[in-house]
């Protein structure tokens, strides 16, 4: 009886922990594309990719399950690209409608990259070379997104770097 009474309490948590991911995303995406036409300096955060891989793997390591981590990711780029598309909307703004595609792809498919980094957990091989397979696709997006090495980039990559080894430092609680 009390092991299905924690099974509902963790699925409840693990709803809740989603929730807050879907708005997390809504929030950047509005934030993101509003910064685009009223403040520049804060949407070359907003905007990349490296943030988005950096809150990703954050996402996703601090999920209970590979499945968790997968549904997770979605929801929070989903919720970015919703929030990005109705932002532009409301603000009467030119849509970029590549932009949109592209990040509307990376949301659909998310969830493969958020089920697999998920098991970049401990001292594998496996788990060394998804880590490994995660700051190269970073580096090369930086690189083809950006036209080039950028401080801020390279300090999202570095960040990205210490989350995915931070496992080797702390004990953490899955979400």
């Keep these: 009886m009390n092991r299905t009474a924690s099974k509902g309490k963790q699925f409840a948590a693990g709803l809740r922990n989603s929730g807050w991911i879907l708005l997390l995303g809504l929030l950047l995406g509005a934030v993101g594309r509003w910064s685009a036409y009223h403040a520049p300096f804060l ?3 907003a905007s990349g990719i490296p943030l988005w891989i950096l809150l990703g793997c954050l996402v996703s390591l601090g999920s209970r399950s590979s499945w968790r981590a997968g549904c997770n990711v979605f929801l929070l780029l989903g919720g970015m690209v919703c929030a990005s598309y109705f932002t532009t909307e409301l603000m009467s703004a030119p849509q970029s409608w590549k932009f949109l595609a592209g990040w509307g792809a990376a949301a659909v498919f998310s969830p493969v990259p958020g ?3 998920w098991y970049a957990r401990g001292g594998s091989l496996q788990a060394w070379i998804l880590r490994l397979g995660v700051l190269a696709f970073q580096t090369l997006a930086m690189l083809a997104a950006s036209g080039g ?3 801020l980039n390279m300090l999202l990559i570095a960040a990205t770097a210490a989350v ?3 496992d080797k430092a702390v ?3 899955p979400l």
């Design 164 to 166: 995915l080894l931070w």
């Design 171 to 173: 004990e953490r609680r």
């Design 149 to 151: 090495a950028r401080l």
């Design 43 to 45: 949407a070359e955060l």
């Design 115 to 117: 089920f697999f980094v």
